[in-house]
């Protein structure tokens, strides 16, 4: 049986394979390249032995051909064991040798970092290379062409879609499984705020996504394929920057927008032009906490309402957020607050020493609860929170001092060890 990721995602894109998907430095791809990427990659990991359940790293850089990675090894019932571009040389292919996948898929500049292709080697795994060439868009990485590693970690636990390290919301960073019925969950649920059903036929739709979420990052996951499940073309940025950001705004005029909270202070620094982001209603912030002044200076000079979530990679997406009609109707009188509680999700506050809940308005830790997440038990976070009566969620602070930098998060006693 199809599982709701696989049905959603290739329902829209075989609604029109010849329609734009995604923008990528001046250039569009389309659902069938995307499809065709897949197909490609299917047929490598077939012929090697490596189907359902199997780990697969993928190098996980900002690029149409990622997306196409994720979309065909996630409607596999494969699992995505994400490696993290960004990495020193010896970080990476640290992973690597830690990881043992049967099978790692790069870009010709990963291959090329020698101790990456060193490590690779070493393990006996698949190399796979994606070739930015649509019509040839894979290839064998030479010394690589078979597994041939003895002791590799083949299959990953039933159900499970991503391994991932952690952001740090439920403890100190750490790589999880995710299940993939809790991304799909995500998806389906996130639907609230883009007005689609559970149960709504594909469809393309005109509107284009600007996106900048890292691959490496849980939101990178859920926006790809909230994105794609909505029909929403993507205009993709490697790395967020201000001016290829204002114009993607200024050429695909969106109505939302989005980044994380330290991009406001660099569209207001650069005095972007009011005018040039005058489609926008609304800008989504995410994967760090959001200064109240921050947001409300941006809204004082753009006059567009900046909608904070509060989101962890074991969430597979958000747990909270803002939607527009809430801001409007309770943006003073929630000040500083990261949204609602998102449907589908109970939360509470409890006694760090006690474990008993705490009253509306009193500061404690966060728990969430919903069957999707971890066992479906309430699963305790290190963010210090408050709720209301209304089910609005504040971030008051981390019971860690965890340092937050680009949604990733840094214990300050890793830190006093590194030195």
Known sequence: MASKLYEITQGVMHVDPAADAIEFEGAWWTW???SRIGDAIEAALAKAGLGANTRIGGVMRNRPETAAMMLALLTSDRCVVTLNPSLPDDRLAGDILALKPPAVIAFAQDWARPAVAEAARKIGCLGIELTHDRVAPVRLVPGLETVSGADLQREAAEGIAIEMLTSGTTGAPKRIPIKRFTLEQAVVDAGVYDNRGPDEAPKLRSGVTIFNSSFAHIAGFFALFNNVASGRKLSMMEKFNVAGWVDAVRRHRPKVAGAPPSALRMIID??????DLASL????AGTAPLDPELGEEFYDIYGIPVLQNYSATEFAGAGAGWTLEDFKKYHKEKRGSVGRVN???KARVIDAETGEPVAFGTQGLLELQAPHLGDGGWLRTTDLAVMDADDFL????RADNAIIRGGFKIIPDDVVRAL
């Not at 650069?270 to 005018?275: S, T």
């Not at 504040?394 to 602070?397: A, D």
């Open 394 to 397: 504040w971030i008051k602070g």
């Open 343 to 345: 449907p589908g999700i």
């Open 270 to 275: 650069a005095k972007v032009p009011k005018e």
């Open 281 to 284: 209603v609304a800008f989504r």
């Open 32 to 34: 069938g390249d995307l």
